[in-house]
């Protein structure tokens, strides 16, 4: 055979693509970390993808939860895996606040992660009990201005999203109140049912079972748009204060390097499983609303809300646990 064919052959077989072919993704199960605990919003909301997105991919989709040190944990866990589409981040607001709460963290929240789609509004709300003398926003703004650092509030903890709330709501109204911080939402809630604190900010999703019992009075959401399941709470864009806008946010991202193959398909599928109506109806029911969107958009807001909140969180001070 001429030495030219023989060349020509090889070359051929070298760069056929068959030779370096890659099995199709996803060819093995897909694990999705959730920073935080099972029970919470954002291990049912993850479980929920999960659970739609297993069937459409042809592989087990696995929520794993590695909870602690404000989503550090499992964020500094993804953004050291293998950009392969197989190990994911389900998200949330301490992703974009932690830059600014934390002077190193052992990560690039902008550079070590691609953002896939950014997935549930958190809409939180200012609340008192039943039993309170306040009735409305502007009724607490009143007793806050003329009664300086007598209102308590409570948060989830310190550095939370709540927390940033209840700094911005201070700030932006020119009230001083007192901040009592909670190791999580559930003994917040307790606290401020029992009226141990006068009002707490915290996710309308944890407030809404005892608002809706009358064991709870919501004044405001932190939220651009009214809430259905609260119907007569007004935004706080429409008390004056457009500026307080603190909802919490859950989102996929992935180790960055991920294909936009990759990306582009799990944007599909989620944006999909967002519009179902049954998954409708299970937010809803959670008090959580969806968002959806391409991953361009998710990653403008990423950088953007990185941008926001630590501007906010170094002008006034905030620290976190």
Do not use: C
């Not at 890659?22 to 659970?51: C, F, K, M, V, Y």
């Not at 200012?126 to 003398?133: F, G």
């Not at 700030?171 to 901040?179: E, M, P, Q, R, Y």
């Not at 307790?190 to 919501?218: C, E, Q, W, Y």
């Amino acid at each position: 055979m001429h030495k030219s064919l023989i060349v020509g052959l090889l070359v051929f077989s070298v760069m056929s693509p068959s030779a370096y072919a890659q099995p199709a993704w996803p060819a093995n199960p897909i694990r999705i970390i959730s920073p935080n605990p099972p029970g919470g919003e954002n291990d049912l909301t993850a479980r929920i993808l999960a659970e739609r997105l297993a069937p459409v991919l042809g592989q087990p989709v696995v929520v794993e939860n590695k909870a602690g040190a404000g989503s550090r944990i499992a964020s500094e866990l993804v953004a050291k895996s293998p950009a392969d589409g197989y190990i994911l981040l389900y998200t949330g607001a301490p992703h974009t606040t932690n830059p600014g709460l934390f002077d190193k963290l052992p990560y690039d929240t902008v550079k070590d992660f691609d953002a896939i789609v950014r997935t549930i509004l958190v809409p939180v709300a200012l609340a008192v009990p039943a039993s309170s003398s306040i009735r409305t926003a502007k009724e607490f703004l009143e007793q806050a201005r003329a009664n300086p650092q007598t209102i308590t509030v409570a948060s989830s903890g310190n550095g939370t999203g709540p927390h940033l709330a209840i700094g911005l709501f201070s700030a932006s109204t020119g009230i001083s109140l007192v901040h009592v911080p909670y190791k999580g939402v559930s003994p917040a809630v307790t606290d401020l049912v029992a009226a141990h604190v006068n009002a707490g900010m915290l996710g309308i999703s944890n407030l809404h079972p005892f608002v809706a019992s009358g064991k709870l009075r919501a004044l405001a959401v932190v939220s651009p748009k009214r809430i259905p399941q609260l119907p007569s709470a007004p935004t706080m864009s429409e008390l004056g204060y457009p500026q307080v806008d603190a909802s919490g946010w859950f989102g996929l991202v992935g180790p960055a390097g991920l294909s936009r193959d990759i990306i582009t398909r799990l944007n599909t599928e989620v944006n999909r499983i967002l519009a179902l109506p049954d998954v409708i109806k299970r937010l809803e029911s959670a008090v959580l609303v969806p968002v959806g969107g391409s991953a361009q958009e998710f990653d403008r807001f990423i950088r953007q809300d990185i941008e926001r909140w630590t501007k906010i969180i170094r002008q006034y001070g905030i620290k976190a646990d």
